[in-house]
């Protein structure tokens, strides 16, 4: 089903003000994602006042989903309709949101308010990226967002702090509320620096293809979010239904697409080597990283003996490490191969993962730091390259959709990843602490999930104490090895990348030179 709508298209004037729109962008994107980490260091205290534990992780599975289903939505409309409207009304759905989860007396309220937030971040991060390709040519654009893809990081830095501050000195509402004024703030800088000039035209929006698109991401994506909270297993006849609904659907919506004169996410995309390519990396990441390190404040705090802030503060060194090589690849994209870039960059995260999987008792929080230091240097160049290269890699037309789609694989496979490894790392320690046998507890041997589940108990020998925590780290060490085997791929991929430099020259230049191409012809 297709509409078709006159509108008045606009076009990005050279009046903007570059650093007030570029305020308003880090601005809103900082806060966007510092949500996400705030909520999760108030939960504990959100649960005791509204109640709903098998609730708990459908606070940060609702806002993924809601976020995935609409990214590509959002920016396949910020390409027919014009940035700055799409990016506003994400940012009024963001703030509308935080609106709800504040005033939430019920978990029910506050999902309700997590899927609007989510609604408005779909838009917000993505659209960020390009409006600021469309603010400066490559050269410039490659150190400037070099310098925005680290700063995703930031909010690991803010989040356990501002949350726990909330809780402690003010109450929990207040990690929604403040998202107002500041959500405010990033959208009147961006709507007074931001100039677009408009051009009459009519445009096709195909709601069917959007109506599949998110039917399909929440059959699939749902999957693992019920999976890890609500005790499903995959073999599951509900967990199973589900994936062969979203197989089915991801046929129809190919079909639909592949007919429609204006496709919500245009197939022909998939054709461009460097966007097929991305959008794996960024998938087998989003399963290696963030499904490894999603129980790693679990290592921390049972196996180091660390608070739940220190625990979240000892992942900062791979902050560190991805900034600063982000920003040095945004300043090579442009004068060496991004192919090399890539698969040079990616030999860290190789050999930092093989350290993380041969962890050992002894092994000590500065060793910790270094691995993650080794393993965000690597990771850096993607934070800082890939958004470049797909800008650079798809028409304008196209940029807002293809920016969205890319992002769209890295969440799908963060959300699938973080319930795989959570669900390897139980089976396995359970599997490993049955082999204590009679040496525990009675009561904790005829629960083992439950001591799995509540990490290492205390009052127990020194000798039988070391076995569990030598245990516990053997099972770490087994899903690491996951994600070096998974490094490796990722690895691989990057070397079916183009073989290209990222090109210097000015948009205006790039259709001079088409024009006389063409006079040419």
């Avoid at 919506?253 to 007919?259: D, H, P, R, T």
């Avoid at 080794?374 to 028409?395: C, H, K, P, R, Y």
């Amino acid at each position: 089903m297709e509409s078709i709508s006159k509108y008045k298209e606009p076009v990005l004037a050279n009046k903007s003000s570059k650093i007030l729109v570029m305020m308003g962008l880090i601005i809103g994107l900082i806060f966007s994602e510092l949500d996400e980490t705030v909520v999760n260091t108030a939960m504990p205290t959100i649960i005791r006042d509204l109640g709903g534990l098998a609730m708990y992780g459908w606070v940060g599975g609702v806002y993924m989903l809601t976020m995935s289903a609409f990214m590509p939505i959002l920016g396949k409309l910020a390409d027919l309709m014009g940035r700055k409207k799409i990016y506003l009304m994400s940012m009024a759905f963001f703030i509308g949101g935080s609106i709800v989860c504040g005033f939430s007396h019920s978990m029910t309220l506050l999902l309700i308010g997590r899927g609007i937030q989510g609604l408005g971040a779909g838009g917000l991060m993505p659209l960020a990226m390009t409006i600021s390709s469309d603010l400066f040519p490559v050269e410039q654009r490659a150190k400037v967002q070099g310098f925005m893809g680290p700063i995703m990081f930031i909010p690991m830095l803010l989040g356990p702090l501002m949350g726990g501050y909330f809780v402690d000195q003010v109450n929990w509402h207040w990690i929604f509320f403040v998202n107002i004024p500041v959500g405010i703030i990033a959208a009147l800088l961006l709507a007074s620096g931001l100039r677009e000039t408009t051009m009459k035209k009519q445009v096709v929006i195909d709601w069917g293809g959007a109506f599949l698109l998110v039917a399909t991401i929440v059959s699939l994506l749902i999957t693992p979010v019920l999976v890890e909270n609500n005790g499903y297993t995959w073999g599951s006849p509900l967990i199973i239904g589900l994936l062969c609904l979203g197989a089915v659907l991801i046929g129809v919506f190919i079909l639909v697409e592949s007919k429609v004169k204006e496709p919500i996410v245009p197939l022909h995309l998939f054709k461009n080597r460097n966007i097929l390519v991305l959008s794996l990396i960024v998938f087998t990441v989003g399963i290696g990283l963030m499904g490894s390190f999603s129980s790693f404040p679990y290592f921390a705090q049972n196996v180091l003996g660390l608070t739940p802030t220190q625990a979240g503060y000892l992942t900062l060194p791979m902050m560190v490490g991805a900034v600063g090589s982000a920003m040095i690849s945004g300043f090579l994209l442009t004068k060496v191969r991004y192919r090399e870039l890539f698969g040079i960059a990616f030999i860290m995260p190789i050999i930092g993962f093989y350290l993380f999987s041969h962890m050992s008792i002894h092994t000590t929080i500065i060793q910790i730091i270094i691995f993650f230091f080794i393993t965000g240097l690597g990771l850096g160049v993607l934070f800082g390259g890939d958004n470049l290269i797909v800008q650079e890699s798809v028409e304008k037309e196209n940029k807002g959709i293809a920016l969205s789609t890319v992002p769209l694989f890295q969440t799908i496979g963060a959300t699938v990843g973080v319930s795989l490894f959570g669900n390897l790392l139980s089976s396995t320690l359970i599997s490993k602490l049955q082999s204590l046998g009679d040496k525990l507890p009675e009561s904790m041997a005829s629960n083992m999930k439950g001591l799995a589940g509540a990490g290492v108990p205390h009052g127990l020998p020194t000798e039988l104490l070391t076995q569990i925590k030598t245990l516990f780290i053997e099972s770490f060490q087994h899903i690491y090895m996951y994600s070096f085997i998974i490094a490796i791929i990722a690895f691989v991929l990057t070397w079916f990348l183009k073989k290209e430099v990222l090109s210097t020259k000015s948009d205006e230049e790039d259709m001079l030179e088409e024009k006389i191409v063409k006079e040419q012809i």
